[in-house]
């Protein structure tokens, strides 16, 4: 049997969306990738290859305006209510995987600054930090994928982990600073690439709230626990 006009608009629909979720999909590997491999370079203190981490930053942003513009063709169609949460929460997703990318790109910039300083010991704190940073990131993308509000959830509780991991590394190079002077410049540029892993995981978190948000419409999301206590270090 031919399909009629509505089912062909219906089909043609469904097929932009699953085109959209697959670029926003995409978008957050290279992301996640990015993250991963900004990290590595830290580890082996290459400036070669943070140079092309740098420079891989510009197709994520170029994939997230490509998400921008289907998102709009989505939005001229007339979505229902729930279409409507799903067209919000990818302009939001894609925003902070974008972002995401771009903190990746920062910590490979700082790893080129820190190389020219003697090794720390603290970059395994980093490393630390990072890998939990790198999960929150592939969990998250993973309960978008599935529409798993509760997964997502559990990516938003364990933001506290992470900030708690942040809060340590920030006070132990503090304290390293006080005690060596020498130290004052490499464990700088070391708490502004922590900083940056934290606000990664903050943007996970973000991308979880609008899970909970495409699920559950706008029922309030249960409190969650905030560990980063670096404003309050005396």
């Known amino acids: ?10 089909k043609s629909y469904d097929e932009e969306r699953q085109r959209l979720l697959g670029e ?21 203190r290459d400036d ?3 140079e092309r981490i740098i420079g891989n930053d510009d197709a994520i942003d170029t994939l997230e305006k490509e998400v921008s513009h289907d998102v709009m063709k989505l939005a001229l169609r ?20 974008e972002r995401i990318g771009d ?22 704190g980093l490393n630390v930090l990072g890998q939990l940073a790198v999960s929150q990131v592939r969990d998250v993308l993973e309960a978008y994928r599935d529409n798993d509000a509760e997964a ?3 990516v938003r509780d364990r933001d506290a982990e992470l900030d708690a991991l942040y809060t340590g590394l ?21 708490l502004f690439m922590a900083k940056n892993l934290e606000r ?19 029922d309030a999301l249960p409190p969650r626990e905030k560990r980063d206590e670096t404003n309050t270090v005396s």
């Open 103 to 124: 903190y990746a790109a920062n910590v490979a910039k700082r790893s080129t600054a820190l190389n020219q300083s003697p090794p720390l010991p603290h970059t395994r």
């Open 200 to 218: 990664i995981g903050d943007h996970a978190t973000n991308i979880a709230e609008n899970i909970w948000f495409l699920v559950h419409g706008d």
């Open 24 to 44: 926003i999909l995409r978008m957050g590997e290279m992301s996640a990738a990015q993250l991963e491999a900004a990290l590595d370079v830290v580890e082996r």
């Open 170 to 190: 920030f006070r132990e190079l503090l304290t390293y600073m006080m005690e060596d002077a020498r130290s004052i410049t490499p464990c700088t540029h070391l």
């Open 1 to 10: 049997m031919s399909l009629q006009p509505h089912d062909h608009i219906v």
């Open 152 to 154: 997502a959830q559990r």
């Open 48 to 50: 070669k290859a943070a």
């Open 78 to 97: 007339g979505p229902m209510a729930r279409d409507l949460r799903e067209i919000l929460a990818a302009l939001r997703v894609s925003s902070d995987i």
